[in-house]
C-alpha cells in the first residue's frame, strides 16, 4: 500500500486522540480513596513539571507521562468530597495539573506540525515513485494494496466504492503477499489469508478475474496488476452465496 494512503491514517490517529477514561476505572470508589489517590497523582504531575523545568526530562517524554496520569486523576476527581474540592490542597494539585497540561499542549502542537511535515515529505516522495508514475501512466489516480480493499474504501474521503475504482491495485506487501488460492468459482479464483497470519486474516478475501489457471495454496501473483470491479455475490464454502469484492487483471 503506498506511503501516501496510510500516512494519513497515521496523521489522524495522533491528530483525533483524545485522553478516555479507563474501562477498568473502580466506579465504586470511596471519596477517601479518591482523595489519596488524587492526591498521589497530583506528586506524580509535580515531578513531571520539575523534571520539564530542571532539563531531567524532555517534553516529548513528558507529554506520554502526563496523557497516563490524565487517564487516572480525572477518575479520581469524580470521587472527591466537598470537604476536599474546598480544601487548599486541592486548589494547589489543580494549579500543578494545568501547569503539566499547558507543557502536553504545546508539545503536541509541536508533534501535530512534525507529523504533518512527514506526511507532505511521505507524499511528495510517493508521487515521484515509479508505482505512482505508472498508475498515472495507465489512467489512475494512485496505487492501493490489494490486501486493504476494505480500509481503502472505508477510510476514503470520497465514496469508497468510486474511490477504489480510481485506483491501480498491486499485491501490497503487508496482507496482500500472504493471499493464497483457496477457491476456484469459474471464472473466479478466490484468494485469502490463512488464519494464522493474524490481522490479515480479518476481511481479507478478494476474488480475481482474468487471472491465470492457479493450484489450490499458491500466492498471488505479486507482479500483477489489478483493476477494481466491484461486489459480486459468489458460492462459497458449503454453497452459501457470499459476497466478495471482485478485481480483474490488467492486461
Request: with cysteine.
Amino acid at each position: 500500500m503506498p506511503i501516501v494512503s496510510a500516512t494519513p491514517r497515521l496523521l489522524g490517529a495522533f491528530l483525533l486522540a483524545i485522553v478516555m477514561t479507563p474501562a477498568l476505572a473502580d466506579r465504586d470508589e470511596t471519596p477517601e480513596v479518591g482523595w489519596k489517590e488524587y492526591l498521589s497523582d497530583c506528586e506524580r504531575f509535580q515531578q513531571v513539571v520539575n523534571n520539564v523545568q530542571n532539563g531531567t526530562m524532555t517534553a516529548r517524554a513528558a507529554m506520554v507521562r502526563i496523557d497516563s496520569l490524565k487517564r487516572t486523576v480525572f477518575v479520581h476527581r469524580e470521587h472527591l468530597a466537598q470537604a476536599s474540592l474546598a480544601s487548599p490542597d486541592y486548589a494547589r494539585c489543580e494549579n500543578v495539573i494545568a501547569q503539566a497540561t499547558e507543557i502536553w499542549n504545546k508539545e503536541h502542537d509541536v508533534q501535530d506540525k512534525e507529523i504533518q511535515q512527514q506526511y507532505f515529505k511521505a507524499q511528495a516522495e510517493h508521487e515521484k515513485s515509479p508505482e505512482y508514475e505508472r498508475a498515472l501512466a495507465m489512467g489512475f489516480s494512485d496505487v492501493g494494496g490489494i490486501g486493504k480493499l476494505k480500509e481503502l474504501a472505508e477510510e476514503s474521503e470520497t465514496d469508497g466504492e468510486a474511490y477504489l475504482k480510481t485506483l491501480m491495485i498491486t499485491v501490497d506487501w503487508g496482507c496482500g503477499r500472504h493471499f493464497r488460492a483457496v477457491r476456484y468459482v469459474k471464472p473466479y479464483v478466490i484468494y485469502t489469508a490463512h488464519p494464522d497470519e493474524g490481522s490479515c486474516a480479518v476481511y481479507k478475501e478478494v476474488a480475481v478475474l482474468g487471472g491465470e489457471r492457479v493450484e489450490r495454496g499458491e500466492t498471488i501473483d505479486q507482479d500483477a496488476i489489478f483493476q477494481y470491479v466491484g461486489w459480486k455475490t459468489l458460492e462459497g464454502p458449503g454453497g452459501f452465496p457470499v459476497d466478495i469484492r471482485v478485481v480483474k487483471v490488467r492486461q
